[in-house]
């Protein structure tokens, strides 16, 4: 066994669920996974299917896979596939993102569930790494031996749908983020709605008060006036 990732049993040769998960965060030690400070190289060179890992200090919000420390070439490229998603939807227990190794025929191709305790949310703490082999999308490894060189023709356009894929792949992912900022300046334009609206209705306020100290100055005249005409008939009738 790999002295970096740890081996399941084979009835676990699968994703987990929610309880699973945290049962593995939760106990970690007690099954014996490894805890690293940061992606252990193997995972670039020979991904391991079936195996977990520990980071430690790490969030799923700024988690990557940085160069090399010897700056050599991976042979297995990682990528985050989606945003942040609670397992089970229902009562969530842990949140996890999905990686995938970069499409190529002549390598297996590999998934990674990088979970979470669902409470932790962005803050840094432990998380757990689960590598999965998952079968290429076009045809098994086996068949494409044993099948007849390729023509140059073929090749080309192997390759020309390979790079689409990628092309796409990150497109997509370009398109999850500008929904996301379109979604942020949303919420700021309601709160700017919000505001604008607080200031109008305050004005309103304003002028509602002024036409009523108005009407209360109108009437404290006419009591005036009143009082006056008063006076005025008093005096003449002491004058008579």
Not at 20 to 34: A, F, K, S, V
Not at 56 to 71: I, Q, V
Request: glycine residues 2%; proline residues 5%.
């Amino acid at each position: 066994m790999d002295s970096t990732q740890c081996e399941l049993q084979p009835h676990q040769y699968r994703w987990l669920n929610g309880n699973e998960y945290e049962d593995l965060l939760m106990n970690g030690r007690d099954h014996q996974i490894p805890m690293f400070d940061e992606h252990p190289e193997d995972i670039y060179y020979e991904p391991k299917n079936g195996y977990l890992y520990f980071l430690r200090k790490a969030s799923l919000r700024n988690l990557g896979f940085p160069r090399l420390k010897d700056n050599s070439k991976k042979v297995f490229k990682w990528k985050k596939m989606n945003f942040q998603t609670p397992l089970p939807k229902h009562c969530p227990k842990v949140s996890y993102i999905v990686c995938s190794t970069t499409t190529c025929l002549d390598v297996p191709h590999y998934r990674m569930h990088i979970v979470q305790l669902f409470n932790q949310r962005d803050e840094e703490g432990v998380l757990l790494c689960h590598v999965l082999q998952i079968c290429n999308r076009l045809t098994p490894i086996q068949q494409i031996k044993d099948q007849s060189p390729v023509s140059f023709e073929e090749y080309e356009e192997i390759r020309n749908c390979k790079k689409r894929l990628s092309d796409c792949m990150e497109r997509s992912m370009d398109i999850m983020l500008e929904v996301q900022d379109l979604q942020m300046r949303t919420a700021l334009l309601d709160d700017d709605t919000n505001y604008i609206q607080q200031k109008l209705q305050s004005k309103e306020q304003r002028l509602e008060n002024m036409k009523l100290y108005g009407d209360m100055l109108q009437k404290y005249e006419r009591y005036i006036n009143a009082v006056m005409e008063g006076y005025e008939v008093i005096r003449r009738y002491d004058d008579l």
